[in-house]
């Protein structure tokens, strides 16, 4: 995707375990609220049309095989159960 699934969260990428502390609210950066909006959208804006992409191929490799159409004398493998032929109330 380009970016850290950390990253497109939280704006950034830990360098170390440091990087994952909870900063004390007089450390952190303040900022105008539609500038911070805009900063949050970003990567969301970027992330976005490549998880599409990456869905549609994902999507259209699983259901290549989906609708084949069979036709008389065709083989074909069957795997039946046996809990489909036991009579209701009674599992082996």
């Known amino acids: ?7 497109v969260v939280y704006e950034i990428d830990p360098l170390g375990p440091l990087d994952l502390t909870i900063r004390p609210l007089d450390q952190k950066t303040s900022a105008n609220t539609q ?6 959208k970003k990567p969301h804006v ?6 599409e ?3 549609l191929s994902y999507r259209t490799h699983r259901n290549k095989h989906k609708n084949v159409v ?3 004398r065709d083989l074909v493998w069957i ?7 036991l009579p209701k109330g009674r599992a082996n």
């Open 1 to 7: 995707m380009g970016l850290s699934p950390f990253k």
């Open 79 to 85: 795997h039946l159960r046996k809990e489909i032929f």
């Open 70 to 72: 069979f036709q008389p």
């Open 35 to 40: 500038t911070r909006v805009e900063e949050i």
């Open 46 to 51: 970027q992330v976005k049309p490549r998880i």
């Open 53 to 55: 992409k990456s869905t």
